[in-house]
């Protein structure tokens, strides 16, 4: 892998370094709360304008056709810049990609340009009650109806639900476990939604309850039936690269790194988070190789997906550890809390350590 950079990419890393520099806006509120949630969409309006929302993506749906380096080269100024997270991310990291691979020409000029706007943020409805990360064991179902479906059952822990306008989920519409289920696009405008409360009283995923809404079959995405298949590729992009870009930790690890400062036991315990931060940099640049080259990564993105999660935790873990009482005030708390998860979403470490063993080791169940 050549890991030098071509003279246009560097040539974007300085135009993305020094637009974010002027512009990152400082202190936004929470995204959880209403009044958060509508400044970070105008966050994401203000990087529509600038075509930095999506860069990867074609200009017809709000990109600058960027390459998949080019796109890893933004993440990385992103999040050294400190500019805020996206409430776009269950749209433009995990059904984008499912969007423009199994979805109509007509649903992607409809739906991704007003995700890449923000004028559309899509709320993730996977886990149900008796089907977290056992999915194909999830029991919401779709009935038919005169040009459409209508939709029943509850969702929970539904990513940004709690202020999103529309959702994206599995529901049963025949057969059993993995069979007959199909994947479903909705607004939320009819769904009833109860916000669920974090440890820090914020409302960063809620319920979903469906008592027959409808949804036309212009918003099924793919074949009636294959919604499996399809959901497999969303969740490739939420436990690969996608979601948490390797920009996100490197920059972590730098501020862990500034923090550690004078005591040395603690600044190598930071150094070796920082050198885990950079081994996953190189690591996903070469799975953007690949893809470029025409590979799939497939079930190995449940190693990335265990290694990222758990050195999130580690370094918050630390940064905890030097802290002390004075983590309280400082964004690292909120940081530690939001990482005591990363070994459950996207899938619970538990069963991303199965896929490997079955799924890349070939090992027997």
Same mark, same amino acid.
């Given at each position: ?45 203000? $990087? ?106 509850? +969702? ?7 202020? %999103? ?104 315990? %930071? ?33 990335? +997906? ?6 999130? $935790? ?22 530690? $809390?939001?990482? $005591? %998860? ?24």
């Amino acid at each position: 892998m050549d890991l030098d950079f071509s003279e246009a990419e560097q040539a974007f890393r300085a135009e993305v370094r020094a637009w974010l520099a002027a512009h990152v806006p400082q202190d936004l509120p929470s995204m959880d709360t209403a009044e958060g949630f509508e400044a970070h969409r105008r966050w994401e309006a203000e $990087l529509t304008e600038a075509r930095l929302s999506v860069v990867s993506w074609s200009r017809e749906y709000g990109g600058r056709d960027a390459s998949l380096i080019e796109w890893l080269i933004f993440e990385e100024e992103y999040w050294a810049a400190g500019a805020p997270a996206r409430v776009t991310q269950n749209g433009i990291f995990l059904l984008a990609p499912t969007l423009m691979r199994f979805g109509t020409p007509e649903q992607r000029q409809d739906l991704l340009p007003r995700m890449a706007r923000a004028d559309d943020v899509w709320a993730q409805a996977w886990s149900e009650p008796e089907a977290g990360s056992d999915l194909a064991a999830l029991t919401s179902r779709a009935e038919r109806d005169d040009g459409g479906w209508r939709l029943y059952g509850h +969702k929970t822990w539904s990513s940004r639900a709690a202020f %999103a306008s529309h959702g994206f989920g599995l529901f049963r519409t025949g057969g059993e476990r993995h069979h007959g289920l199909t994947y479903f696009l909705f607004p939320l405008d009819e769904v009833t939604v109860r916000p669920i409360a974090q440890l820090d009283g914020e409302h960063g995923f809620a319920e979903l309850f469906f008592d027959g809404v409808f949804v036309p079959d212009s918003m099924v995405l793919g074949q009636v039936g294959e919604g499996w298949r399809i959901a497999m590729a969303t969740t490739s992009s939420e436990r690969g690269l996608a979601l948490r870009s390797p920009g996100r930790f490197l920059a972590t690890a730098d501020r862990l790194v500034r923090l550690a400062t004078g005591d040395p036991v603690l600044a190598d315990r %930071a150094a070796r988070c920082w050198i885990d931060a950079e081994a996953y940099r190189l690591h996903t640049f070469g799975v953007a190789h690949r893809l470029l080259s025409g590979a799939e990564i497939g079930p190995a993105t449940s190693m990335g +997906k265990v290694f990222w999660s758990e050195l999130d $935790l580690r370094m918050h873990a630390l940064a905890m550890e030097i802290l002390g009482e004075r983590a309280a005030a400082t964004p690292w708390l909120d940081g530690f $809390l939001f990482s $005591l %998860a990363g070994p459950i979403y996207a899938g619970t470490n538990e069963i991303q350590r199965n896929i490997v063993a079955e799924r890349v080791l070939g090992l027997p169940r």
